[in-house]
């Protein structure tokens, strides 16, 4: 039987999680786990992630703390805002939103962040945890989509997974928690040759190519678990509308299960940067981070 697998609901079981143990912390006046959010310039798609992130954070019982510079901030202003909170005791999880206009340079600002506190789990010290399977912050993306695929099918151990995307925030991760679970990892690009094929051979498919309704039904193998992070808005009818990377109506089927766009791995993302920022809480004040 096929199954739509609801990032949404268990996305909403993980929030009312952590806002336990974010109210179990507080009552032990141990700590308010703060998130603070920083958006550079007027971004529409931006200014909703930051407002979604900063709102279900305040749902969770924690603090937020929302920075809105100017698109033409020099990227000194920027790193000296992030030094600040990097000594803030206030704020544990911070977060630079992307993508920087072009006069600020991305690996210097990720760089900056400390690697304690670097929730999107981006800065090369928590990049290199996670190659070696080391206890690093993990990227949101990436480890909501590998508990959809633990809540679908529980031991990934011997599957063959073929990641589409190379991307160092969605698709190398996303290969690395996958061979952590013992899985057979495949990795594909704008340059792989025999895209479909391949395709065609996985057990496991994540697709995150930011290409709309690339993956038809007839890429997929039978019974293949599919979760699709491309998140893209393309024009329909005169009106806008979100679709994935893969093409839900001849995808389903072929494949057991698949990641619906929206209500997939979108709110596992922020689901699990509420996560990040009760694990670096926790971990900056010796605290056990739950199971
Ligand atoms: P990038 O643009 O950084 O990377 C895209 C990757 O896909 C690249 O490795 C590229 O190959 C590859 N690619 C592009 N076109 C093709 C093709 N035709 N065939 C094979 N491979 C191809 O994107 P991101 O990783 O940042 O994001 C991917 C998608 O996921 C986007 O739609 C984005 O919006 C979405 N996203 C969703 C999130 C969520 O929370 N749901 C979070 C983050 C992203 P090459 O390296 O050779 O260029």
């Given at each position: 039987?096929?199954?739509?697998?609801?990032?949404?609901a268990?996305?909403?079981?993980?929030?009312?999680?952590?806002?336990?143990?974010?109210?179990?912390?507080?009552?032990?006046?141990?700590?308010?786990?703060?998130?603070?959010?920083?958006?550079v310039?007027?971004?529409?798609?931006s200014?909703?992630?930051?407002?979604?992130?900063?709102?279900?954070?305040?749902?969770?019982?924690?603090?937020?703390?929302?920075?809105?510079?100017a698109d033409?901030?020099?990227?000194?202003?920027?790193?000296?805002?992030?030094?600040r909170?990097?000594?803030d005791?206030?704020?544990?999880?911070?977060?630079?939103?992307?993508?920087?206009?072009?006069?600020?340079?991305?690996?210097?600002?990720?760089?900056?962040?400390?690697?304690?506190?670097?929730?999107?789990?981006?800065?090369?010290?928590?990049?290199?945890?996670?190659?070696?399977?080391g206890?690093?912050l993990?990227?949101?993306t990436?480890?909501?989509?590998?508990?959809?695929l633990?809540h679908?099918?529980?031991?990934?151990?011997?599957?063959?997974?073929?990641?589409?995307?190379?991307?160092?925030?969605?698709?190398?991760?996303?290969?690395?928690?996958?061979?952590?679970?013992?899985?057979?990892?495949?990795?594909a690009?704008?340059?792989?040759?025999?895209?479909?094929?391949?395709?065609r051979?996985a057990?496991?498919?994540?697709?995150?190519?930011?290409r709309?309704?690339?993956?038809?039904?007839?890429?997929?193998?039978p019974?293949?678990?599919?979760i699709?992070?491309?998140?893209?808005?393309?024009?329909a009818?005169?009106?806008?509308?979100?679709?994935?990377?893969?093409?839900?109506?001849?995808?389903?089927?072929?494949?057991a299960?698949?990641?619906?766009?929206p209500?997939?791995?979108?709110?596992?993302?922020?689901?699990?940067?509420?996560?990040?920022?009760l694990q670096a809480?926790?971990?900056?004040?010796?605290?056990?981070?739950?199971?």
């Amino acid at each position: 039987m096929f199954v739509r697998i609801d990032g949404k609901a268990l996305a909403a079981r993980l929030r009312e999680e952590i806002g336990r143990q974010v109210s179990r912390l507080r009552q032990h006046d141990l700590v308010t786990p703060g998130l603070a959010v920083i958006l550079v310039g007027e971004d529409p798609a931006s200014q909703v992630y930051v407002r979604n992130k900063a709102t279900q954070a305040r749902e969770a019982g924690m603090s937020s703390f929302e920075y809105r510079l100017a698109d033409s901030v020099p990227q000194t202003k920027l790193l000296d805002l992030i030094e600040r909170l990097n000594r803030d005791p206030e704020v544990h999880g911070i977060l630079v939103q992307l993508p920087l206009p072009p006069q600020v340079e991305e690996s210097g600002v990720i760089q900056a962040i400390d690697p304690g506190k670097d929730i999107d789990g981006f800065h090369p010290i928590n990049v290199g945890q996670v190659a070696i399977g080391g206890p690093g912050l993990v990227p949101c993306t990436p480890l909501g989509c590998l508990m959809l695929l633990k809540h679908q099918l529980v031991d990934l151990s011997g599957q063959h997974a073929v990641v589409l995307g190379r991307s160092n925030i969605v698709g190398k991760p996303m290969a690395s928690l996958l061979l952590r679970e013992d899985c057979t990892v495949t990795v594909a690009h704008s340059r792989t040759r025999q895209l479909e094929d391949l395709c065609r051979q996985a057990d496991i498919l994540v697709a995150a190519v930011g290409r709309p309704q690339l993956i038809k039904g007839d890429w997929i193998k039978p019974g293949a678990t599919v979760i699709d992070v491309g998140i893209n808005r393309v024009e329909a009818e005169g009106r806008t509308r979100l679709v994935g990377d893969v093409d839900f109506a001849t995808a389903s089927d072929v494949a057991a299960a698949i990641t619906p766009v929206p209500g997939g791995v979108g709110p596992m993302t922020i689901a699990c940067l509420l996560l990040n920022t009760l694990q670096a809480t926790c971990h900056q004040y010796d605290i056990p981070f739950p199971d």
